[in-house]
C-alpha cells in the first residue's frame, strides 16, 4: 500500500474539516448576521467588517453575488450612477463613463470585486447557507437559524443550528424573507406605513433608486433591511439592472448598524 498517498489524503480531508469548523465556531455569535450576499449584503459586509464588527454572511447560492452576474436579461453588463461609482472603485471594480451621468460595469468582475473585497474586509461568508427562521429573545430580534440549501430544498427533515446576532440585516432582495418571518411568524409590527410588508412595485427606475437608498432602516429592534428587501417592505418602484441603489443601500444600513451597536 502507498502510505505516501492515504497520508496525504487523510491530510487534505483533515485541512478542510478543521479550518471549516474553526470558522464555524467563531463565528457562532456574530455582531452583525447578513443574509443574502447580492450587492447590497456585500457593501455592508465589507463596511461593517472595516469598521472592526464580527461579521458573517449567509448565502444560500453555491456562488455569493445575488442579481449582479447577469446584467440585464444575461447581457453580463450593468450599470450605476457616478456617485455610486466611486463605491465601486474603493473595492478596486473598474466602470467606464457612459452618457455622463452613468457608468457601465462587467457584472463579472462586480460580482467577484464585491465578494472578495466583503472577505478581504474581513467578512465571513457562508455560501450554500440558507437562512430559514429568527431568533426573537424577549422582543428583539437576535440571531439566525441555519441549515444547508440542499437540505432544504430537499425537504429533509433536519434540525438547524443557531447563531446569534446583535443586529440581522435582510439582505434578500425581491422576497424579503427575513423580514416576512418577523411579520408573518413573530407578529411583529415593522417600521413602515402599515406596520406589515406593503410588497414591490413595477418598474420605476428613477423612484426605485431614489427610495431604495430612503427606505434603507433599522425596521425592529435588532432587524435591519437593505436593497430590495428594503424596498419591497416599504412599497418601493422595481428599478431593474442599475445597481446604484443597492451599493448606497448597503453603505447606509452599515452606517446605521454601527451607529446603533455603538449606543
Ligand atoms: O437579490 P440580491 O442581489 O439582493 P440585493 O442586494 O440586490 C438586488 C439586485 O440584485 C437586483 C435589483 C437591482 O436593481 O433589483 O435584484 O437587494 O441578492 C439576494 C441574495 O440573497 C440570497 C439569494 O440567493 C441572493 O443571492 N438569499 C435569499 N434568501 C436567502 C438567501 C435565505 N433565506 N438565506 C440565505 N440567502
Redesign the pocket.
Known amino acids: 500500500m502507498d502510505t505516501k498517498t492515504s497520508v496525504m489524503e487523510e491530510t487534505i480531508s483533515g485541512a478542510i474539516i478543521r479550518r471549516f469548523f474553526e470558522k464555524l465556531e467563531n463565528n457562532l455569535a456574530v455582531d452583525v448576521a447578513i443574509?443574502?450576499?447580492?450587492?447590497?449584503?456585500l457593501v455592508a459586509a465589507h463596511d461593517l467588517a472595516k469598521a472592526g464588527l464580527k461579521v458573517a454572511v449567509?448565502?444560500?447560492?453555491l456562488a455569493?453575488g445575488?442579481?449582479?452576474w447577469g446584467g440585464g436579461m444575461l447581457f453580463n453588463e450593468v450599470t450605476v450612477q457616478n456617485d455610486a461609482a466611486e463605491i465601486l472603485h474603493e473595492f478596486g471594480i473598474s466602470t467606464r463613463q457612459y452618457d455622463g451621468q452613468y457608468h457601465t460595469v462587467d457584472s463579472v468582475e462586480m460580482a467577484s470585486g464585491l465578494i472578495f473585497g466583503a472577505r478581504k474586509a474581513g467578512a465571513v461568508i457562508f455560501n450554500t447557507?440558507?437562512?430559514?427562521d429568527i431568533v426573537m429573545h424577549d422582543g428583539v430580534v437576535s440571531g439566525v437559524v441555519i441549515n444547508w440549501n440542499p437540505v432544504a430544498r430537499l425537504e429533509m427533515h433536519v434540525d438547524p443550528i443557531v447563531v446569534t446576532s446583535r443586529a440581522l440585516i435582510d439582505?434578500?432582495?425581491?422576497?424579503s424573507?427575513i423580514v416576512n418571518k418577523a411579520v408573518h411568524k413573530a407578529g411583529v409590527k415593522i417600521d413602515s406605513p402599515t406596520g406589515g410588508i406593503l410588497g414591490e412595485r413595477p418598474m420605476w427606475m428613477a423612484d426605485g433608486e431614489r427610495t431604495t437608498v430612503a427606505n434603507t432602516k433599522r425596521l425592529y429592534p435588532g432587524l435591519y433591511a437593505?436593497?430590495?428587501?428594503a424596498n419591497n417592505t416599504q412599497g418601493g418602484f422595481?428599478?431593474?439592472?442599475?445597481?446604484g441603489?443597492?451599493l448606497k443601500s448597503g453603505r447606509r444600513i452599515a452606517q446605521i448598524v454601527i451607529e446603533d451597536l455603538a449606543k
Open positions: 443574509v443574502g450576499a447580492g450587492p447590497s449584503g449567509y448565502e444560500s447560492k455569493p445575488g442579481g449582479t447557507v440558507k437562512v430559514e439582505g434578500t432582495g425581491h422576497p424573507e437593505s436593497g430590495m428587501a422595481r428599478m431593474g439592472p442599475i445597481f441603489g443597492m
